[in-house]
T-cell receptor
Framework: GAVVSQHPSRVICKSGTSVKIECRSL??????MFWYRQFPKQSLMLMAT?????????EQGVEKDKFLINHASLTLSTLTVTSAHPEDSSFYIC????????????????FGPGTRLTVL | QKEVEQDPGPLSVPEGAIVSLNCTYS??????FMWYRQYSRKGPELLMY????GNKEDGRFTAQVDKSSKYISLFIRDSQPSDSATYLC????????????FGSGTRLSIRP
């Protein structure tokens, strides 16, 4: 199946610093990527939808100036957590939409392995 | 009321047992129903994907959708210790690749 990678897998930073997380689709092009946040023992909550070449669409309650999303190419989207605070500590997961029909793949989302952010 | 309700468990069963995992939902617009498996500190992995009502089988896994009752199920036959994980139901109104609403996940443990 399609593979999505995230980097870094884990990051620890000081309060007030900014952290960038990369999401890459390795073997397919993704015009749409999604960013989720997952707190311990809770489900995935969609933060924003990222479309290549256009502005991201944020879910209600998600601060777009704090969580900057850039989808610069068909295989890369980045999430930057600006001026991170301890309450931003969470597991951040991206997914990429594979719309190709080659090889029997269907229009579905494939998830990355996640990035664990700890803000001290 | 949450759009998708799922019993968080934990659910513990002996190896070889049949496991039943369930979700209910309130939004009648949902048409695409998915089950994901998530191991600890990993991203979710798509297990099953169904459209509208009915059953779908894939190996030891069977997904059922009852849209009239707004109820979906995942059955795991001949459960194995490697099936121990958190299982998330998910659904979408447009497609499995569009905005997905997840359940809270059920933690499943298969005892050897």
């Amino acid at each position: 199946g399609a593979v999505v990678s995230q980097h870094p897998s884990r990051v620890i930073c000081k309060s007030g610093t900014s952290v960038k997380i990369e999401c890459r689709s390795l073997d397919f092009q993704a015009t749409t990527m999604f960013w989720y946040r997952q707190f311990p023992k809770q489900s995935l909550m969609l933060m924003a939808t990222s479309n290549e070449g256009s502005k991201a669409t944020y879910e209600q309650g998600v601060e777009k100036d704090k969580f900057l999303i850039n989808h610069a190419s068909l295989t890369l989207s980045t999430l930057t957590v600006t001026s991170a605070h301890p309450e931003d500590s969470s597991f951040y997961i991206c997914s990429a939409r594979d719309q190709t029909l080659a090889g029997g793949s269907t229009d579905t989302q494939y998830f990355g392995p996640g990035t664990r952010l700890t803000v001290l | 009321q949450k759009e998708v309700e799922q019993d968080p468990g934990p659910l513990s069963v002996p190896e070889g047992a049949i496991v039943s995992l369930n979700c209910t939902y309130s939004n009648s617009a949902f048409q695409y129903f998915m089950w994901y498996r998530q191991y600890s500190r990993k991203g979710p992995e798509l297990l099953m994907y169904t459209y509208s009502s009915g059953n779908k089988e894939d190996g030891r896994f069977t997904a059922q959708v009852d849209k009239s009752s707004k109820y979906i199920s995942l059955f795991i036959r001949d459960s194995q210790p490697s099936d121990s994980a958190t299982y998330l139901c998910a659904m979408s109104a447009w497609s499995s690749a569009s905005k997905i609403i997840f359940g809270s996940g059920t933690r499943l443990s298969i005892r050897p």
